[in-house]
């Protein structure tokens, strides 16, 4: 976030950041995939700490991982497991 700085009674932003501002990790989401939210976690500017990946029913956190590509499988490979778990009906 931008710190204001009043000047002739306007608000100017400063680029100055807040000290509060580099002490938290920010959160960006990143891509839907197959419903489940794919969230980048920074810690400061362009330094990613990892990848979450969240439930497509509530949010909720699923899993944690190091790089975007793990956390892609691990959706993919979930709903395939899933799909594979329903029961089978052959068509006749």
């Known amino acids: ?6 000047h002739n009674n306007r608000m100017l932003a400063s680029t100055v950041p807040r000290p ?4 938290h990790p920010h959160r960006y989401t ?4 197959l419903g489940y939210r794919l969230d980048r ?3 400061a500017r362009d330094q990613t700490l990892r990848y979450e990946v ?7 956190l699923i899993a944690q991982f190091g ?3 793990e956390a892609e499988k691990f959706i993919v490979l ?7 778990m329903r029961p089978r009906h052959p068509a006749y």
């Open 54 to 60: 969240c439930s497509r029913e509530d949010g909720s």
């Open 20 to 23: 509060s501002d580099t002490m």
């Open 78 to 84: 979930r709903e395939l497991r899933t799909v594979a």
């Open 67 to 69: 790089n975007r590509s």
């Open 41 to 43: 976690i920074e810690h």
């Open 30 to 33: 990143e891509a839907r995939i």
């Open 1 to 6: 976030m931008l710190t204001g700085v009043t």
